[in-house]
């Protein structure tokens, strides 16, 4: 296939006719779907990057390109909503609403979400887009340890027990930090391969998890790395029958969102004013000093409806500017303060579609990721963002399942490299 294209010119006072004939050398075609996945990749490396950190990277530098990254992200998401064609009313109203949200300075993360579920692709499957992810995060996690032990990103040692216990952060902001990842990593591996699990895998990911704890003295997160592992054990051992009878986790995976919820904010509210009570002491060692921070910004900051303006210091900003970590490491208390009641409200949104979705269809892999993702939401802020929490990817999928016309054709973009032959 070729383009004929005739030019006339005048070369030495003659008038001379030629003809070229262009022909396609070279093409290779995107998909809408291999494009969102690469958007998807591209913002994981980049959440990723933020939790680490290198002496050579400035305040103000950092805190510019992470902004300018998150608007472009989203110039991204909106070029595969108008590329697909899938424009409804519906979903320009809500594109719309988000980016009058972006414009008054509404929280980046969340919107960026809400726009990963809005401008999911029909027939793309969260099961291949999941494992890309922690394909990515094992790379990353692999790449922090090295970096970290040959000096180019530091590794923050700590102590507990008087110095009998070394923590390690291998190029984290803090042991934690390590910790969660490495539980992220394993809630990615399960839900990804739930129908195919072998007990060999289970092993191998608790191994995981205990060597994490040893480097790293993190109590929750091995406890959470457990519960998961074992849960996907009765799985395998039961399959035949959860198959057609159900599970707790796919009839009722709501639930601990809803307990995690109620603990978390009634908890947070009724000790502020019980503050030096027993319960308080209790409830503030077993969860590692996090009452304190609740409670502090719950009595500062309040409730408010759009979420406060609330001054976080991060491990990353801690370190670059040497201003003291004041932070909130419950998601719950996290959303509710800093995105407000609506935010809340987006966020359990997204594990209602995913619940409702799992009982219906029997999707234990669901349930039990809903889950963990709850009970994780108490020790961790994890609700606003990827790749900690993949509920704005699975809600995307149900959301695209559900509005997806029969027979649709999800188009490609082609891009061609021409050359001329004479």
Known sequence: MGYDISRRCIMDGKAVSYRYRITPTKHFVISIQSLYIVIVL??????????LYGSWISADWF????????????????????????MTGIKALLVLALVILLIFGYQKALVTGLMLVISYPSGLNSKKLVKYIAISLIVELVLAVFLSQVGVINDFVSSRLGGTRVRHSFGFVTASAFSAFYTVIVLCITYEKFEILRIRDIIFLELGGLVV?????????????TFDTLVCLIFILGRNYFYWHGSFFSNFSFIPYVISAIFSIGSTIYLSHRIGSSLYFYLNTLLSGRINHQVWYYKNY??????????????????????????????????LIT??????????SLFWIIAKYARKYKRHDLGVYLTMLAIMGITEAIFNDLPYNLAFLLAGEIVSENINDAGQKIPNITITWFHGRK
């Open 42 to 51: 591209g913002t994981v490396f980049f959440r990723v990057f933020q939790g």
């Open 63 to 86: 805190g510019g390109v992470a902004t300018a990254i998150r608007y472009l992200i989203v110039l991204c998401l909106l070029a595969i909503l108008f590329l697909e064609g899938r």
């Open 213 to 225: 704890y040893y480097y790293t003295d993190t109590r929750l997160g091995l406890l959470l790395v």
């Open 302 to 335: 309040g409730i408010h409806f759009w979420g406060s303006e609330t001054e976080l210091v991060g491990r990353v900003e801690q370190y670059l500017t040497g201003k003291a970590w004041n932070g909130v490491d419950n998601s719950y208390i996290f959303t």
């Open 339 to 348: 995105y407000g009641i609506f935010g809340l409200l987006v966020v359990s």
